[in-house]
């Protein structure tokens, strides 16, 4: 940890995105308390070039192929380019917001480099947590979660010991189709699974909110970072999105975390180091709010969570690879016309059934089963 009187040095990760753009609002919240050393991107070569005008120090690193097909002067290139400046920079805080598998590699070395973690990027967790936390031990480097209902959790459980807690509840939107049944679900076009009614996400997450496979992967995300109280960990729907994680302690008592639904809270929260630092939002109004409103998971329409426990039943193996991979292909078939919302369903179900789990205990065992992954459930998809 960086001390008081010192900037944090800062690489962000996927900084064009949804994550890395609210996260570049919030250093200008507190310019003075961060030096941005790292920006990098996909593919988005227009936006990045902009951001690194504003941080002139930083290194620009676009990951992909620009979109335009031209390569700017400033920018270095390509995935080994972000290795090699988390190797020789060695921040103090690495925000990774790139969605997608993608991102566990950077996940990973930045965890060797000693650098603390501020983690969007779910896959990391679901894909690799053991691997993770390890590498976190080994270079005495520090999982920071930036999903709000980690967050969430990560605050309500501070200061109170593990052997204290019961019981931890999620919270969930409930997605644009919530209350529906799965008969309504046959034909529903990616316009109306991509209109989220709380929060604005990039395409991938949108519908894996919309399926609830959103939840499934912080479901084992939580289990990873937190552990599994004796009462376990609980889904539960609320609309409103204000109420984010609650936890319930032996004692009787339970701690809620409330914010408006703005993923700046608890990015805010993980840059600046678990600290409360000042900064720009809406306070949150209860009696404007009005109702909040809770509600159980339909696990027969939205069979995503007890898939997810499925997998948790098989914790630090491929399956958790395997389930990732499965809905990222099912999802980019639906987006693309290909395949059905249900389908979604079925294909990652049948990935999993037909999966047989061996230790995730390298980069490489856990490449090798999302990529055959990936070519078995496009080999399913008509």
């Known amino acids: 940890?960086?001390?008081?009187?010192?900037?944090?040095?800062?690489?962000?990760?996927?900084?064009?995105?949804?994550?890395?753009?609210?996260?570049?609002?919030?250093?200008?919240?507190?310019?003075?308390?961060?030096?941005?050393?790292?920006?990098?991107?996909?593919?988005?070569?227009?936006?990045?070039?902009?951001?690194?005008?504003?941080?002139?120090?930083?290194?620009?690193?676009?990951?992909?192929?620009?979109?335009?097909?031209?390569?700017?002067?400033?920018?270095?290139?390509?995935?080994?380019a972000?290795?090699?400046?988390?190797?020789?920079?060695?921040?103090?805080?690495?925000?990774?917001?790139?969605?997608?598998?993608?991102?566990?590699?950077?996940?990973?070395?930045?965890?060797?480099?000693?650098?603390?973690?501020?983690?969007?990027?779910?896959?990391?967790?679901?894909?690799?947590?053991?691997?993770?936390?390890?590498?976190?031990?080994?270079?005495?480097?520090?999982?920071?979660?930036?999903?709000?209902?980690?967050?969430?959790?990560q605050q309500c459980l501070n200061g109170h010991k593990e052997t204290t807690v019961s019981k931890i509840t999620l919270t969930a939107s409930g997605g644009p189709f919530r209350g529906w049944d799965r008969s309504r679900l046959t034909d529903v076009t990616s316009e109306q699974a991509l209109a989220h009614p709380t929060w604005k996400m990039g395409p991938r997450i949108s519908i894996d909110s919309a399926t609830m496979f959103n939840k499934a992967f912080e479901l084992i995300e939580a289990v990873e970072l937190f552990g599994e109280p004796d009462q376990g960990i609980d889904v539960i729907v609320h609309p409103q999105s204000v109420i984010h994680a609650i936890v319930e302690f032996k004692d009787g008592s339970s701690i809620a975390h409330l914010s408006e639904p703005d993923m700046r809270v608890p990015i805010r929260n993980a840059l600046h180091l678990l600290q409360r630092t000042p900064g720009n939002f809406q306070p949150l109004n209860l009696v404007s709010r009005g109702e909040l409103t809770f509600e159980t998971v339909d696990h027969k329409t939205f069979p995503a969570i007890e898939l997810a426990r499925e997998v948790l039943k098989h914790s630090g193996t491929t399956m958790g690879t395997v389930f990732n991979a499965a809905d990222e292909v099912a999802v980019h078939a639906f987006l693309s016309g290909d395949s059905g919302f249900l389908t979604i369903y079925d294909l990652v179900a049948r990935a999993i059934d037909e999966h047989e789990p061996v230790p995730a205990d390298s980069l490489e065992v856990i490449c090798e089963a999302d990529q055959e992954t990936r070519n078995r459930v496009r080999s399913w998809i008509p």
């Open 82 to 153: 972000l290795h090699e400046a988390l190797e020789e920079l060695k921040v103090d805080l690495v925000l990774n917001g790139i969605t997608g598998f993608a991102g566990l590699e950077f996940s990973l070395k930045a965890l060797q480099c000693g650098s603390n973690l501020a983690l969007a990027n779910k896959e990391s967790l679901v894909t690799a947590g053991a691997l993770l936390k390890s590498a976190a031990i080994q270079n005495g480097a520090e999982i920071l979660p930036v999903d709000s209902e980690h967050n969430a959790i």
């Open 1 to 80: 940890m960086t001390t008081s009187h010192s900037p944090t040095r800062l690489a962000i990760l996927g900084s064009t995105g949804s994550i890395g753009t609210q996260a570049l609002q919030v250093v200008a919240e507190n310019p003075e308390a961060f030096e941005v050393c790292i920006l990098a991107a996909g593919s988005n070569s227009e936006q990045l070039q902009q951001q690194q005008q504003q941080h002139p120090q930083s290194r620009a690193i676009l990951v992909l192929s620009p979109r335009d097909g031209d390569k700017p002067d400033t920018f270095e290139h390509g995935s080994e």
